[in-house]
């Protein structure tokens, strides 16, 4: 048993749960293969998003709660560990600060780059693509801290910040309606900006509230309670922050499930009551239950819709995160089943990485003038046969590119 610091709660037996990369792993090869199902044509409905206002769900949809959940999991193990080495909490809070100012960066310039005007920017689609995309490795990857290695992470670094910025200065998108053209938009935040707001709410209830499941169970509801506020009109008086964050979504709705995911890990802190594996599986199980029967009881006022992110579909997503974080538990940390996910385990574990090059890859053989996965195998079920094998390539691509000294790290 890891070496209990005074009251600070230490990862469990200081080591890495396997299960969580796996999950985490297996939700980016989900992304990636939804993802490119989006661009199919005759597939079944059951493969897409539900439409908005169909008070339904697809397994599609449960793909992004589970990346926001995954985040929840993993924060009681890192700021955990941080805080047994003793680092104070303005060096904490200062990681946290950054690393959500990373992901809203990336997030609105991948937002951004659907929406980019060619003649006003001055170059195409996929050279600002493929050009910021290679900034963003330039600057997130882990390079050698070494006395060798120390130039070069300076270096490249600062040539990554000099790519993005320039890739910001000229961009120029097609506004909506009358806009016009306009500069880089925050919009929605994107996948990634979404995921960084939820973090950063999170981290603070934890790091205020960390020695109480209890008081974690409360921002749960909390957080519930803020999106049915705003839909009730509660929060009009703050419509100027809605301009920007949608209090009642991105903050109330998405915090939502991360903080379920930090329930699950405060599971595996040495703190934790949970000391036995079939108690934690047992705590995750009545943590589905719970979370489930909320989103029921919930279910009537606003019904199921990951796009307008209810109360119901943040509930009943984070219950089925937790249903597969306790069989996953059970099957490769406990089983040792570890082998038979091998295969998502550079994307489990180089998950940004294995994020963004979809992205970068199509951008690049738009460059050369490949269209090949645009105009071939994008029709019914040969087309989801293609996209199960791109998602497979990406992740051996990530493989790859990982030995090779490619690991991004926010």
Known sequence: MAERSQGVETPLLNQRIASIDVFRGLTILAMIFVNDLARLRDIPAWMRHAPTDADAMTFVDVVFPAFLFIVGLAIPLALGRRLARGEPLRRILGHIVLRTASLLIIGVLMLNMREIDPDATGISRDWWTALMFGGVVLVWNGYPRAAGGRCLYWTLRGLGCVVLIGMAAIFRGSGEGNAGVTWLRTGWWGILGLIGWAYLTTCVAY?????????????????????????????????????????????????SITMAGVLVGMLFVDASAARRPGARIAWMLVLAVGLAAAGLLLRPLHGISKNDATPTWCLYSAAICCVCCAGLYWLVDLKGARRAFAFVGPAGSNALLAYILPGWLHAVLGIAGIDFLQTHFNTGAVGIIRAAVFALAILALTAGLGRLGIRLRL
Not at 215 to 243: C, K, Q, Y
């Open 207 to 255: 790091l205020a509230l960390r020695r109480s499941p209890a008081a974690m169970v409360g921002m749960v509801a909390l957080m519930t309670a803020l999106s049915l506020g705003d839909r009730a009109g509660a929060l009009s008086s703050l419509a100027f922050i809605n301009e920007y964050v949608w209090l009642g979504g991105h903050i109330g709705g998405h915090a």
